[in-house]
């Protein structure tokens, strides 16, 4: 997976684990194990690609921008 796609998938979890929390909390707890999981992979992405963060917050943020970024470009 490229950067951007694993970005994306990281935002669109993060966003999707949001709104479960309010209507199926079951789904919300198997989407925050997914949700780590692809950070572990976001983390790895950005360091594979020599951009730097300082913590996992950071690579949060980064996942978020890559994403906004990617989608003004296409």
Known sequence: MTLVAIANAYVNCVELEERSRRDAPSLAEDLSILRSDLHALLMEALRDARIPYSDRSDAARLAF???????QIA
């Open 65 to 71: 921008e890559i994403v906004r970024k990617h989608h």
